[in-house]
């Protein structure tokens, strides 16, 4: 069954009933089985007392659904919306609902060893109390990421506060600092910015805002932090014991994430997926944006893990949603999420070789009937839309090959040549009522959005974008989907509400080495308004042994390793703990300085603030 592409909520409604099998209750059975206890109310606050995490406004969804979500999320909100602590097998416990991922906890010999400690300090704490309150204050033995995603490593200090970190180790797969640190940091801003939308940072919790985001509710907002790996997992098979705990590990780099693994427990029958198979689809291109991740690769690791464990596990989990129980089940849920990202790559690839686009191929791809009647395999979280055309970039890039499209107008001049062309704006807004009133909200947005671009204060465009946007969100299956369209709605309607959370934090900022700090430095540098200047400052730090030349000119912040004969403008002495405040800020303390005291202020002088609050719908 074919899904309209323009329709009326009703006729969504209609459709998804005899789409889909609302029927089955197993998933409901699977999210309530093993459970243990709850709170009342999952509210967690911050020591000065801001909320950062609150199942309260979720109460709403019970029943069916109403007309302004579209059912099969509204099905799935209810699902990701129950909260506590939850055996998977004897020995291995998850806190569910704590935060947009889960914590898993796996009881060894002394204490227990934690797996992904959701994304903020706070959220965490309070998952390790409820897990304690009912297994003992066992001492946590053992730290695993499963993969560079803040949601599985920022709340570390709040399983392991201060200085009992010490001595425990710290597993993660190889690369996964680098990546950590440059995803949250390089377009940290840019990717919290579009985030907020993605989320639904400020949206009302209800059936007219937002009601989850299909991999959980939503993310936490207290404190991000990150203890450092001592650990690294490198291959295949490599196999480690913590506390007493075996573990098998599976290398999944450039899957969900670009350091990845997963892990079995061979004495629990256990397999972890890390975030490769979960109950939706998945995101080959985040919204709040990424870089394009590989299907390919990652439907090569499901069928590995398939391999390599199959015959012998009982249960799969993972660290969102709810596991999935008995060998035959869980290879089956394996097998279909594996086919799935297998057959979004090879058939985007087979119709990009036949001359379609990525709009195209995402209007006339089709899943096939097992598939399609999964529900984890449902877009609640990624779609099959932005999927393929994020496939088609990642093998062709953002050129379609219609010379039409190689030198566009940026959005503003377009807009204003296109209201122009099409007789005005009034003209087009009273042309795109009737394209709303017959349900054309997807044609009705994308005309309104070129009067808003070519005139920000035109009231009735403003209004009407606004009101095909609630449209589109009130329709839309994916979660993130629902929550970009209501945000944007929301921002035309009150204005913007910048960048309510930062993922970046002191900890990630202390990770950085030398040469990923004069990078964060070099994407900053204003080149138009430092085309003259020229300066070189050299960097020794004293506890590495290191020297490194930093040299402004034409625009361009480059650093070196290698000896320069002529001398710099300034030296700077300090060790690497004080290089990201003294580069940063300017702050002279702790260091020496050598030559012209007033370079390391001109080369600071080349950088730029960034915007948090950069428009998206206006311009």
């Avoid at 099969?72 to 998850?94: D, K, N, Y």
């Avoid at 870089?291 to 009982?314: K, S």
């Avoid at 900053?524 to 004293?542: H, K, M």
Wanted: charged residues 20%; glycine residues 8%.
């Amino acid at each position: 069954m074919s899904e309209p592409a323009s329709r009326t909520i009703e006729a969504q409604h209609e459709y998804l009933s005899k789409a889909l099998p609302f029927h089955d209750r197993q998933d409901f059975e699977d999210a309530q089985r093993g459970f243990v206890a709850a709170l009342d109310r999952t509210l967690v606050h911050t020591s000065e007392g801001r909320v950062v995490w609150d199942s309260e406004p979720y109460r709403f969804l019970t029943g069916d659904a109403p007309a302004t979500v579209n059912p099969s999320l509204w099905r799935q909100s209810q699902l990701t919306a129950m909260h506590g602590l939850f055996e998977v097998v004897p020995g291995i416990f998850q806190v569910r609902g704590f935060d947009l991922s889960n914590i898993t906890f796996v009881e060894g010999e002394r204490g227990v060893i934690v797996i992904d400690p959701l994304i903020s300090v706070e959220t965490a704490a309070a998952a390790i109390a409820l897990y304690r309150a009912h297994r003992g204050d066992r001492p946590v033995t053992g730290l695993i990421y499963t993969h560079s995603h803040v949601d599985h490593f920022g709340g570390a200090r709040g399983v392991l506060p201060g200085d009992t970190a010490d001595g425990v180790p710290v597993l993660a797969p190889a690369g996964f600092v680098e990546h950590a640190v440059r995803e949250n940091v390089y377009a940290g801003t840019a990717m919290a910015r579009r985030a907020a939308y993605m989320y639904g940072a400020v949206l009302p919790r209800g059936p007219q805002g937002q009601v989850g985001a299909g991999l959980g509710q939503t993310n936490s907002t207290g404190t991000i932090t990150l203890i450092p790996p001592t650990l690294e997992i490198t291959h295949t098979g490599q196999e480690e014991t913590v506390d007493g705990v075996r573990m098998v590990f599976q290398m999944a780099p450039g899957s969900e994430a670009p350091a990845e693994m997963h892990f079995y427990f061979p004495d629990h029958r256990a397999l972890c997926l890390a975030e490769n198979a979960v109950h939706n689809l998945h995101n080959l291109l985040t919204l709040r944006g990424a870089e394009v991740r590989d299907p390919h690769a990652w439907a090569g690791y499901l069928t590995d893990a398939v391999d390599m464990f199959g015959a012998d596990l009982e249960v799969v989990f993972a660290s969102h949603h709810w596991p999935t129980w008995g060998r035959e089940r869980a290879v089956e849920f394996l097998l279909l999420q594996r086919d799935l990202y297998a057959y979004l790559h090879d058939q985007t690839v087979r119709m990009l070789n036949i001359g379609l686009t990525g709009p195209e191929i995402a209007e006339a791809i089709q899943l096939p009937p097992a598939l399609e009647q999964a529900w984890h395999a449902r877009g609640y979280y990624g779609s099959v839309s932005h999927n393929v055309k994020a496939v088609y970039q990642r093998y062709l890039g953002w050129y379609d090959g219609n010379p039409a499209h190689l030198w566009p107008h940026p959005p503003v001049e377009a807009a204003r040549r296109y209201v122009e062309f099409m007789g005005g704006a009034d003209a087009v807004v009273d042309k795109t009522r009737a394209s709303l009133a017959a349900g054309d909200f997807r044609w009705a947005a994308e005309v309104l959005n070129h009067v808003v671009f070519a005139e920000p204060e035109h009231a009735a465009a403003r209004a009407l974008l606004a009101g095909a946007y609630e449209q589109l969100g009130y329709g839309s299956e994916n979660g993130t989907w629902r929550c970009v369209y209501l945000s944007a709605a929301h921002e035309l309607r009150h204005g913007g509400f910048g960048t309510p959370v930062s993922t970046s934090s002191g900890d990630l900022i202390s990770q950085l080495t030398p040469e990923q700090l004069f990078d964060t430095m070099a994407i900053r540098v204003d080149g138009p308004r430092c085309w003259d200047e020229r300066v070189t400052v050299d960097v020794l730090l004293t506890d590495l042994g290191r020297r490194y030349r930093l040299t402004l000119r034409n625009g361009v912040l480059t650093y070196t390793a290698a000896s320069r004969p002529e001398p710099a403008d300034a030296s700077l002495i300090l060790t690497s703990a004080v290089l990201p405040l003294a580069l940063t800020t300017g702050d002279a303390a702790g260091v020496t300085v050598d030559g012209d005291r007033a370079a390391l202020g001109r080369l600071l002088a080349a950088l730029s603030e960034p915007d948090p609050d950069f428009a998206i719908v206006t311009p």
